[in-house]
């Protein structure tokens, strides 16, 4: 086998071990312990640049330009080096590094016949030991998933598959809100209304019972302590109450799992916050002999000044636990149980100031060793509306997810049909379905998580712009062209033009950009990605003749379109989305 062909698959890393190594030798340490090596803007003729000469030259203080000089001559003389790229070359302090063809050409090849899976082999078993927990979506019972849920179960979902990709013992998380002083709330509304039986309601039912409680608070005094005196029965046990909560619990979940199973998304865990009841007590005494917590006003409180944090609450004075105390309770329970190297939260950016104070409490408390497990608080901004708002009750009216998610699924039904009429009613509501929910996923991945995004029906399903369907009707494209290419057999690769040899490494690049993906959590790395790839792809295919080329430059063409459309596939596949055989 050749040396290209057994490699651990990620040039970027490959050159960097080699630089470092390279460097060292020649400027006496490895001066280097942040990135590097980086992607050029597309303007540059070259594959990858470094900055180094700026950053040795500050170190060592030396002249910029001769440092940069130096580096160029003694990589230009390194046989490893030149085994993988062809051309180096320096401008304005920066170096250059374009690829060799052959070498591309030669994984290319491999790539399209066998697609990826062989190359990064190793380093899915080098990482098949790692264990990652991450916790995604975590809505509330007896209420409604809002716009935060579906961000958090979207983004959630793609940086679980990132990380499976790499090879990654990953353990999805649902934490699902069901345990406070809410449904005590809820318990006295609903026995108020239909007595201690079980009675056929829904979800929106209990999330108007709770509204309606807290008019009715507003005006009656004794509300709130009849509430609590609820909250206490269930949380004693009694049976009434429980068997009530297990039914809201019950309707919720069924609920949710409509709700997962269209966007197709699954769990491996899906426990509650009452889970933790149990544990609470232990936490809470813990803390308190060991002077983390104090009491204060019969509450529990563990005081955070010295970090600059408000007091974290974790038990109140009439004795209930609450939101943190449980957060505190699942981290141990999850720290110990599966030994992970991380425990990545997925919730919005309003919530920082608990996740601060909870990793910080679980510190002190010696529950976390940062040493044996990271936790961090993966952040994201609000979902608005097209008039750039958040959603939430306007004019009494509440705008529920699912009427989102159907008016999407309608409107893509709309293009597929417009597009595609002969298809029977059932190919195109499946084929919308794919689009649409495509689509809203995409919308949210293709940005930056931590800014606000927009629900934008008409952008999110263009076929022009940068959106999930443009990337599924590339692939489909792509497919055509196969079709009308008939039987054809695998031949050597070569490159014709600068836009070939672009595009060929794009492809080469694929596990790198997860790698990147994955370090930052960042799943619109990969989706930029992804739409950067299928856009040249379209201008390649516009300005080069792929069926009407000569044979053997067709044969090579249509290996390269095939590791494109492999590349888009997969790359969707790891954000969630599918890719369909025909739009
Ligand atoms: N259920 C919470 C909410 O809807 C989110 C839970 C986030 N996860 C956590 N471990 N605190 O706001």
Request: charged share 25%; net charge positive.
């Amino acid at each position: 086998m050749s040396f290209f062909a057994t490699m651990l698959f990620m040039i970027k890393q490959i050159i960097i071990q080699h630089l470092k190594e390279i460097f060292k030798k020649e400027f006496g340490k490895d001066y280097f312990d942040k990135p590097f090596v980086f992607d050029p803007p597309k303007e540059i003729n070259a594959d990858y640049y470094t900055n180094a000469a700026f950053i040795l030259a500050k170190i060592l203080k030396k002249n910029i330009n001769e440092t940069a000089k130096q580096i160029t001559t003694v990589l230009n003389n390194n046989k490893k080096i030149k085994e993988i790229i062809g051309e180096i070359f320096e401008q304005n302090g920066f170096i250059n590094f374009k690829l060799k063809d052959d070498f591309i050409a030669q994984n290319l090849f491999t790539i399209s016949k066998n697609g990826f899976f062989d190359s990064i082999k190793k380093i899915r078993s080098a990482n098949s030991k790692r264990k990652i927990i991450i916790e995604y979506s975590s809505p509330n019972i007896a209420k409604k998933m809002h716009a935060g849920h579906l961000r958090s179960t979207i983004i959630g979902d793609a940086i679980k598959n990132i990380f499976l990709w790499l090879g990654y013992k990953v353990i999805s998380w649902n934490h699902i809100g069901d345990w406070g002083t809410q449904f005590g709330k809820l318990l006295y509304m609903y026995k108020n209304k239909y007595g201690s039986k079980i009675v056929q309601i829904s979800v929106e039912d209990l999330e108007k019972l709770y509204v309606e409680f807290n008019k009715m608070a507003r005006l009656d005094k004794t509300l709130q302590e009849k509430a609590r005196a609820q909250t206490k029965q269930l949380q004693a046990g009694n049976k009434t109450n429980v068997k009530l909560w297990r039914y809201f619990k019950k309707i919720s979940l069924k609920e949710f799992n409509k709700f997962y199973k269209l966007l197709d998304i699954t769990f491996d865990y899906i426990i509650g916050e009452s889970f933790y009841q149990k544990f609470s007590p232990k936490i809470v005494k813990k803390a308190l002999k060991q002077k983390i917590a104090i009491k204060n006003q019969g509450a529990v409180i563990i005081p955070l000044e010295k970090f600059n944090l408000p007091p974290l609450l974790i038990q109140k004075s009439d004795g209930a636990f609450l939101y943190s105390t449980f957060d505190l309770a699942s981290l141990d329970y999850r720290r110990m149980k599966f030994k992970p190297e991380k425990i990545v939260y997925v919730v919005a950016n309003e919530q920082t100031l608990h996740f601060e104070q909870l990793f910080i409490a679980a510190k002190i408390l010696g529950i976390l060793n940062e040493k044996e497990c990271q936790c961090l608080h993966i952040k994201f901004g609000l979902l608005l509306d097209e008039s750039g708002k958040k959603f939430s009750t306007r004019g009494g009216n509440i705008v529920y997810l699912e009427n989102l998610i159907n008016d999407v699924l309608k409107l893509a039904f709309d293009i597929v049909n417009q597009k595609n009429p002969s298809l029977s009613e059932k190919e195109k509501k499946e084929i919308a379905e794919i689009i649409g929910i495509g689509a809203i996923k995409y919308n949210d991945l293709s940005r930056d998580r931590q800014g606000d995004i927009i629900f934008n029906r008409k952008k999110m399903l263009s076929l022009e712009g940068n959106s999930a369907p443009y990337l599924q009707y590339t692939f489909v494209r792509i497919n055509s062209i196969f079709k009308k290419a008939g039987q054809y057999r695998f031949g050597q690769i070569s490159f014709t033009n600068d836009l070939e040899h672009y595009l060929a490494v794009s492809v080469l690049k694929f596990p790198e950009i997860i790698l990147e993906a994955a370090n930052l959590f960042k799943p619109n790395i990969l989706a930029d990605y992804l739409y950067n790839l299928a856009s040249t792809f379209h201008h390649y295919y516009e300005t080069s003749p792929i069926l009407l080329a000569p044979s053997q430059i067709k044969t090579s063409r249509l290996m390269l379109i095939k590791a494109i459309a492999q590349v888009i596939k997969e790359g969707l596949k790891i954000l969630g989305i599918k890719t369909p055989q025909k739009m």
